[in-house]
C-alpha cells in the first residue's frame, strides 16, 4: 500500500512544483526587469564618472535610448503579440515616464536649472542619465515581449527535435543518460533568464537580432537536449 502511494505523491509534488513555477514567473520577471534597471544604472554613472563614453554626461544615455526606439520603430512594424508595436511601446514608456519620474517631480528638478555647475549640476547629470536608461530598459522589455514568439517557436522545435531524437534513441536500444537530462533541465531557466537580464543591462545599443537569435537558439537547443535525454518508458 505505502508503495502505490509513494508515487502518486512524487506525482503531486511535481504537479505543485510545475504549478509554483509558473505562478512565480510573472513575479520573476519583474523582478529581473528591476535589477536590470539598478544594474544599467549603475554602470551608466560608472561610466560617466570614469569617462568611459565619448558623449559628455547623459549624452550616451541619451543615444542609447534614442537608438533602441529607433530599433522599435523600424524592426518592429507588425507583431503577433500586439496590433500596433510602435503605438504600444509609445504607451508604455510614456505611462511609465509620467508615474515615476513627471508625477514623482523627478523630471521637473532635473530640467530645472539645467546646465548648472559644481555638486548640483552633477547630481542631476546622473539623475537625468538614470531616467534615459531606465527608459531605454523598458523599451528593452517591449521589444522582449515582442519577440517572445521567437522563444516559444524555439521551444516547439526544440521540443519536436528532442522527441524525436528520443525515439530514435528509444527504438534503437541507445543509451540513456540520466546526468544529460538533469543538467539539460536545469538550463533552460537560467538560459532564458539569465539572455533578458544581460540583455536589458547592456550599456551600448545593440540589434535585438543579435542577441536575442543567439539566446533563442540555446534556449531552443536546451530543450531539445532534455528532451531527447528524457528516459525511455514513461
Same mark, same amino acid.
Given at each position: 500500500?505505502?508503495?502505490? $502511494? ?14 509554483? !513555477? ?16 539598478? /544594474?544599467?544604472?549603475?554602470? $551608466? ?6 569617462? +568611459? ?14 537608438? $533602441? ?7 518592429? #512594424?507588425?507583431?503577433?503579440?500586439? #496590433? ?5 511601446? !509609445? ?6 515616464? @509620467? ?9 521637473? +528638478?532635473? $530640467? @530645472? ?5 559644481? +555638486?548640483?549640476? &552633477?547630481?542631476?547629470?546622473?539623475? @537625468?542619465?538614470?531616467?534615459?536608461? !531606465?527608459?531605454? !530598459?523598458?523599451?528593452? /522589455? ?12 524555439? &521551444? ?8 524525436? #531524437? ?11 543518460? &540520466? ?16 539572455? +533578458? ?17 543567439? /539566446? ?19
Amino acid at each position: 500500500m505505502a508503495r502505490d $502511494e509513494a508515487p502518486a505523491r512524487r506525482a503531486d509534488k511535481k504537479r505543485a512544483g510545475l504549478i509554483g !513555477t509558473l505562478l512565480k514567473l510573472p513575479f520573476t520577471l519583474i523582478w529581473i526587469v528591476f535589477i536590470s534597471i539598478i /544594474c544599467s544604472v549603475v554602470i $551608466e554613472w560608472v561610466g560617466i564618472y570614469f569617462d +568611459w563614453f565619448s558623449a559628455p554626461g547623459s549624452q550616451h544615455a541619451y543615444q542609447t535610448m534614442t537608438s $533602441e526606439m529607433g530599433y522599435l520603430d523600424s524592426q518592429f #512594424s507588425r507583431s503577433l503579440v500586439v #496590433s500596433s508595436p510602435v503605438a504600444f511601446a !509609445t504607451m508604455v514608456v510614456d505611462t511609465a515616464y @509620467q508615474w515615476l519620474f513627471v508625477k514623482s517631480g523627478i523630471a521637473h +528638478w532635473v $530640467e @530645472q536649472g539645467a546646465g548648472e555647475m559644481g +555638486w548640483l549640476g &552633477a547630481l542631476k547629470t546622473y539623475a @537625468q542619465a538614470a531616467i534615459y536608461v !531606465t527608459l531605454m !530598459t523598458l523599451t528593452r /522589455c517591449v521589444i522582449l515581449v515582442l519577440t517572445a514568439p521567437l522563444f516559444i517557436l524555439a &521551444a516547439i522545435v526544440g521540443f519536436t527535435d528532442g522527441l524525436v #531524437s528520443r525515439d530514435l534513441r528509444r527504438f534503437g536500444a541507445g543509451r540513456e543518460s &540520466a546526468f544529460v537530462y538533469h543538467h539539460a533541465k536545469r538550463m533552460v531557466t537560467p538560459i532564458f533568464l539569465t539572455g +533578458w537580464l544581460i540583455y536589458l543591462s547592456l550599456p551600448f545599443s545593440i540589434h535585438p537580432s543579435l542577441f536575442l537569435l543567439p /539566446c533563442a537558439l540555446v534556449f531552443g537547443l536546451m530543450i531539445a537536449i532534455a528532451t531527447a535525454s528524457f528516459k525511455k518508458y514513461l
